[in-house]
């Protein structure tokens, strides 16, 4: 499984952007895909995730904020953030699970000033 993100970039606090994850290579039989975050000095975070016919979780500090979504059909996977804070700079990453294997994608850096 490849995975391609796009989408980050500058934006004022207060402001949206929408990451994009494009998948291809073996898509069948994903199980889940979501988004993490690292901030400068910091682990890598859960921001979202999407199992595969299950429920989608958030962590605390991004719910009612930013919503994840997944189109089947263009393999591509989705968070809109709203209301961004500085506090959620940071490169996000995509990943897949797929056969008790993690993939991961490039990362795409976001940086919300104040």
């Known amino acids: 499984v490849q995975l391609q993100a796009s989408g980050g970039g500058l934006v004022q606090a207060g402001g949206s952007l929408r990451l994009s994850c494009a998948a291809s290579?073996?898509?069948?039989?994903?199980?889940?895909m979501g988004w993490y975050r690292q901030a400068p000095g910091k682990e890598r975070e859960l921001v979202a995730a999407m199992p595969t016919g299950g429920s989608t979780n958030y962590a605390d500090s991004v719910k009612g904020r930013f919503t994840i979504s997944r189109d089947n059909v263009k393999n591509t996977l989705y968070l809109q953030m709203n209301s961004l804070k500085p506090e959620d700079t940071g490169v996000y990453y995509c990943?897949?699970?797929?056969?008790?294997?993690?993939?991961w994608g490039q990362g795409t850096l976001v940086t919300v000033s104040s």
């Open positions: 990943y897949a699970t797929r056969a008790g294997r993690n993939y």
């Open positions: 290579g073996r898509v069948f039989s994903i199980n889940t």
